[in-house]
């Protein structure tokens, strides 16, 4: 595995897939890539229930609206109001391998301003 010093800007290698909202396209192609690439971007990614979260006013819990994570990938997504029902999900995903997360991936939100 590379070091994280010995990272030039140039040397990312980058992955770019449309998915078409398959989960278990985007599950294999972040267990399969995860020494191939650094960073992947997935269109139209999955958008599914993924759990219900404890909730004061439901006694049944709170739909939590999610798409795939992996434990060796970060995940950022364009913040918008996809909780809600009915509106718009992300059309873009970006998944940044953890041997990135000293670059504070998450800070470059622009990553996915499309």
């Known amino acids: 595995m590379r070091d994280l010093d010995t990272l030039a800007v140039g040397l990312f ?10 989960v278990t396209l985007l599950e294999s192609i972040l267990a399969l890539s995860i ?10 990614p999955p958008w599914h229930l993924a ?8 006694a049944k819990g709170d739909p939590v609206i999610g798409t795939t994570i992996h434990s060796d990938w970060g995940l950022i997504v364009q913040s918008s109001d996809f909780q809600n029902e009915g ?4 059309r ?8 990135l997360r000293g670059l504070r991936p998450s800070y470059f939100q622009d990553l996915i301003y499309h």
């Open 51 to 58: 759990r219900l979260a404890l909730s004061g006013s439901n």
């Open 35 to 44: 020494d191939d690439f650094d960073i992947i971007f997935i269109q139209e």
């Open 92 to 99: 873009v995903a970006v998944y940044v391998h953890k041997r």
């Open 13 to 22: 290698r980058i992955f770019c897939q449309n998915v078409n909202r398959n």
């Open 87 to 90: 509106a718009d999900n992300p």
